[in-house]
């Protein structure tokens, strides 16, 4: 009787309940106090010393899954030669309880196999194929959100011969055609049984039945499942279509990959009839450098963003930003799955030659379902034609696509910011420089917009340039220029751009950053950014910061909207995927910050902003294995290494990993609100408002967040909070 022992370091609570891999426990991690899950194998393992070693292979590969849809592998433990694993407990329920509650809908449906499809996706990017995709092997906490099971088991199983000893049942209907025929598996067998469990969702039943063994995998093997309008089932057509393709009997039939299944599910949850199911969009990529001289790569990508910039501006299309395509730049391939990627359905794609004073300018549109070209051109022209050029492609676009201009347009899609080729030039190299993001290139870039600011005295474009790069040296806690130093300088560019041109959009954006990042003016703040996308509705960087903006303001959820409208114009975009994941932290939306945190940690490992996101999360979760992780990534950036954490928290609990923290923060002379934070987090309240006040001195532009932060929540009671708030402008409840 296992309840009331304690094994190892865990306390059994209660029996969970069993099945062919064993026995499930609830229990206490009475180091970590936590509730976890404890799975105890079969007994028969333990007679095999190299069954329990795959086992802890398998294991390790399964622990190493980090996604908001898979259960997590806290441990694998043996106890006399008999091994256990111990998991993340989950409250809620297994998917098939839903089927005793009758047939659901498929607007019900979708967001689950959504997920499902997700967790999957994660895992197969690893390397990890579950092999037994069953409703039994999903949960759905109290939370609505789903949770996968047992990855690593199944492939222990089918490895060590386990099935062959009738340890594993309930399975066979699950099981892909490949599988019953004993064939190798591959990822393209949880596709088929995810298939499986989306008919089971819709239809209540198994598409493939037997009364006993070898009638079932005939049936999986030679018959075809019913419709779904045949089982009256009310569902759009293309919901059937996805099905065909999941539960094809031949794999090089089925969706290859569980990226394109999930491209299908969302077109199903944005099925709507009457209304075309890809709405007309556009991606220009990026433009091949083909000169002899390869630094003429900024002349490529100015001439890129141009062209995105200019059709941006027409009515009902959807033109993809420039930092998803220039994400695909050293990837570029087949263009259909280009267009898939970045969900557009036309391409337009060139290259550039520059010899001396000529230019030649290639440029295609490619429809993506085909992969015609439905228009191409060459242009030789002298480079004093350039902006002759590239309002020549746009126009030839614009009639091919019949795309229609936003009222108030000109003939032209360019506007003219200069007639200084010599400004023009100096300018695409300063955004050039200015895009790479690091902080020697944004000083590389300052360079080069005064110098063109030299040739062109009225060149609103390089102001705004100058307004951004002294924003991005200036507006972080590791920027190497002070606040104090750097906004005067982007106000004062920004007001300049916008004393010529009142109509630039980037301009009243970076005025809209300094107003609210360091004025501390949110009215103002506000003001510009609305102007800013009025006047250019495709433009992210206004979205993006506007949602931060109404985060500071604790409007959550208009802050949302702000953010995936950004996301949504530029899919790829690593910063905009993490603000996502910080927008929903600073909301409290802990499983959102995660997930979006972990997609922008998929698109780049080493993008530290995600990581310091993923740590803050699970810090106030209180999940220690988790928050050591993602202090493993920081490790070196601030934050103390992973050892001297975990070695912190086995002697003091939080209140070490924060004291630890506290005393890192001064050999590196950090800023204020970090100390403050700490203080706060310690309950040590005289020293976290000193440090406050100190921020406040120095205009940390960290303090727009104060009215959000859970780390000063104890603080909010003391009436010195709501002075500084007063102070700050921010006694906005």
């Not at 001289?293 to 059709?311: N, P, R, S």
């Not at 604790?554 to 949302?560: G, L």
């Not at 998929?602 to 902003?609: E, N, Q, S, V």
Request: charged content about 25%.
């Amino acid at each position: 009787m296992m309840i009331g022992k304690t094994i190892l370091h865990y306390k059994i609570h209660e029996k969970l309940g069993e099945g062919g891999m064993g026995e499930v426990y609830l229990a206490e991690d009475t180091r970590l106090k936590r509730h976890v899950a404890i799975k105890w194998l079969p007994e028969q393992l333990s007679l095999n010393v190299e069954d329990r070693q795959r086992l802890h292979t398998e294991a390790q590969a399964a622990a190493a899954l980090n996604h908001p849809n898979l259960a997590t592998i806290f441990a694998i433990e043996e106890i006399e030669e008999r091994p256990f694993i111990v998991m993340e407990y989950i409250e809620g329920e297994e998917l098939s309880d839903h089927f005793e509650k009758g047939q659901l809908s498929s607007d019900a449906v979708i967001p689950i196999a959504l997920q499902i499809a997700e967790g999957l996706q994660a895992a197969h990017q690893k390397g990890v194929v579950h092999r037994d995709i069953k409703s039994a092997n999903i949960m759905i906490n109290n939370a609505g959100q789903v949770k996968i099971m047992d990855f690593g088991l199944a492939t222990f199983a089918d490895q060590s011969g386990l099935k062959e000893r009738g340890l594993i049942s309930g399975t066979a209907a699950y099981m892909s055609p490949e599988q019953a025929n004993g064939e190798t598996v591959d990822h393209r067998s949880d596709i088929w049984s995810l298939g499986v469990v989306l008919f089971e969702l819709l239809t209540g039943e198994l598409p493939f039945q037997g009364d006993y063994a070898q009638a079932l995998f005939y049936a999986i093997l030679s018959e075809a499942p019913q419709k779904l309008d045949e089982m009256g089932v009310d569902a759009p057509e293309i919901l059937q279509s996805v099905l065909d393709k999941a539960l094809a009997k031949d794999r090089e039939q089925r969706y290859q990959q569980l990226t394109e299944l999930i491209a299908d599910l969302k077109q199903v949850a944005d099925w709507a009839p009457l209304v075309e199911d890809t709405p007309p969009s556009l991606a220009v990529l990026p433009f091949k450098n083909i000169s002899a001289q390869k630094e003429q790569e900024y002349f490529c990508d100015g001439m890129t963003e141009e062209l995105i910039d200019a059709l941006s501006r027409v009515e009902n299309w959807r033109v993809v930003s420039r930092t998803s395509v220039f994400a695909l730049k050293e990837q570029l391939g087949d263009v259909r799955e280009i267009g898939e990627r970045l969900n557009v359905s036309h391409l337009i794609e060139g290259s550039v030659r520059q010899v001396g004073n000529r230019v030649r300018v290639s440029a295609q549109l490619i429809n993506v379902a085909d992969g015609f070209h439905l228009w191409s051109e060459k242009y030789d022209r002298e480079l004093d034609d350039i902006f002759a050029i590239q309002d020549d492609i746009a126009q030839a676009i614009v009639e091919k696509l019949k795309m229609k201009l936003s009222s108030g347009e000109s003939a032209s899609l360019f506007k003219r910011y200069t007639d200084n080729k010599e400004a023009y030039q100096l300018y695409l190299k300063g955004r050039y420089f200015l895009n790479r993001g690091t902080s020697v290139d944004s000083q590389k870039s300052i360079e080069y917009f005064e110098e063109a600011l030299e040739k062109d005295i009225n060149y609103t474009l390089a102001y705004s340039g100058l307004a951004d790069a002294y924003i991005l040296l200036g507006g972080t806690f590791s920027a190497p220029l002070s606040p104090q130093e750097a906004m005067p300088k982007a106000k004062a560019a920004a007001k300049k751009a916008m004393a010529i041109d009142d109509q630039l959009a980037e301009a009243h954006t970076s005025l809209a950053f300094v107003r609210f990042w360091y004025d501390w003016d949110w009215a103002g703040a506000e003001k510009e950014f609305l102007r800013a996308i009025e006047l250019k509705p495709a433009y992210t960087r206004a979205y993006q910061w506007y949602a931060e903006y109404l985060s500071a303001m604790k409007q959550f959820d208009a802050a949302r909207e702000m953010i995936l409208k950004a996301l949504d114009i530029d899919p790829l975009s690593v910063h905009i995927t993490w603000h996502v994941g910080k927008i929903a932290f600073l909301a409290g939306r802990h499983d959102e910050a995660i997930e979006y945190c972990n997609k922008a940690v998929d698109m780049d490992p080493g993008f530290l902003p995600a990581h310091g996101i993923l740590r803050r999360v699970y810090e106030q979760k209180r999940m220690f294995p988790e928050t050591l992780k993602a202090a493993g990534w920081l490790s070196g950036k601030k934050s103390e290494s992973p050892a001297a954490l975990e070695a912190a928290y086995q002697q003091s609990g939080w209140e070490g990993v924060w004291q630890s923290q506290l005393e890192l923060f001064k050999k590196k002379n950090s800023p204020p609100l970090r100390y403050a934070e700490l203080y706060a987090l310690l309950n040590d309240k005289d020293q976290a408002f000193h440090w406050l006040e100190e921020a406040f001195q120095q205009r940390s532009s960290s303090l727009v967040y104060l009215n959000v932060y859970a780390s000063f929540d104890n603080l909010r009671a003391d009436a010195r909070f709501d002075k500084l708030l007063r102070k700050i402008g921010l006694n906005i409840d």
